[in-house]
């Protein structure tokens, strides 16, 4: 089991920039695909952005493609989020999550550990 927790969300203008992080512990993290989703109020989860264990392969929501950019630094068992021209719609609670699939995966099922979250509010 891996641990992950998500931090950098905040309040930031319609435009801005943030960078969200994802803290992994607890077993071999370069092993492991990470995923980031989000949840707005009243609304289902949603996948936005996923990496590959060895950081080559990414996948994309095409709400964001353009914008958001992820990464991951093994050395320090981190996975980014770097999020720009934000948007309102943008607003919800961000997720990680761990994957020992090979490839890339954009369905909740397919991931097995999940962080708790951080929230992202984007101004008009």
């Known amino acids: 089991q891996v641990q992950l927790v998500e931090s950098g969300g905040g309040l930031v203008q319609a435009g801005g920039s943030l960078r969200l992080s994802c803290a992994a512990s607890g077993r071999t993290f370069g092993s492991y695909g990470v995923g980031w989703f989000r949840q707005a109020p009243g609304k289902e989860r949603e996948f936005v952005a996923a990496?590959?264990?060895?950081?080559?392969?990414?996948d994309y929501a095409d709400s964001v493609k353009g914008r958001f950019t992820i990464s991951r630094d093994n050395a320090k068992n981190t996975v980014y989020l770097q999020m720009n021209s934000l948007k309102p719609e943008d607003t919800a609670v961000y997720y990680c999550a761990g994957s020992s699939r090979l490839s890339t995966a954009s369905r909740t099922y397919e991931y097995n550990d999940w962080g708790q979250g951080t929230q992202v509010t984007v101004s008009s």
């Open positions: 990496i590959n264990w060895s950081g080559r392969n990414t």
